[in-house]
Structure formats: C-alpha cells, structure tokens
C-alpha cells in the first residue's frame, strides 16, 4: 500500500506541477525530487497528526502538514521549474494535491474499500 500511495501521490504532483505552471516537460532529476517529497508526505504528515491529536489539536496537524508541503514544495521543486511566481504556483499547485489525493481517497474508500492516504481523513 505505501508504494502505491507513493506512486499515486508522485503522480499527482506531476499533474498538480504541470497544471500550476503549465511546463509538463519535467527532467529526471525533477522526478526525483517529486519522490523525494512523496516519501517525506507519507512518513511526516501522519507524525504530525499524530502529535496533534495527541495534544487534542486535530485539525492543526492538517494545517502544518499542508505548510509543510507548501515548503518542501516551494524550496525542492520550484526552483527547477520555469515560473514567473514561484510562491503563487507554489500555493496553486498544494491546493491541488489536496483536492486530488482528497477525490482519489474518497473513490478508493467508495469503490475498492481501501484507506491509501491514511492522513486524508
């Protein structure tokens, strides 16, 4: 299941990325990197939530991780990307991670019976 999440979160960075800037030509080392922030999503995010429920602050953990994205993001993708507004395509782009991986948690759940994003909720 996690290498699956991994492959469904890589790819809707890629689309979310090339929807945000409208560059869909993406070299391997920006693959790389959309990896790399995949991995640090589903090992962080539910740490996060896990701390913030710990502490009866559920929503906040939703909140940070969504920071956190926002920053890893902006700081590991961008700079590779030709944008004009790195931090507006920035935004643009974690707003749709979110609506993406939120619809694909909701058909898995529907359809198949399955929890992929253990931190969509």
Partial sequence: MIVISLVLLTLVMYLS???????????????????????????????????T??????????????????????????????????WMATVFSSFLIVIMLYIIERLSKELFNLELFAFIG
Avoid: H, K, Y
């Fill in 53 to 86: 429920d710990w502490i009866g602050a559920q929503e906040l953990g939703l909140m940070v991780a969504f920071i956190l994205m926002m920053l890893l993001i902006r700081f590991i993708i961008m700079p590779e990307l030709a944008v004009a507004d790195e």
């Fill in 17 to 51: 990325a090339g929807i945000a800037t409208g560059d869909w030509d993406v070299p391997a080392s920006v693959w790389v990197r959309f990896i790399l922030i995949a991995i640090c999503a589903i090992v962080l995010i539910p740490i996060f939530q896990t701390m």
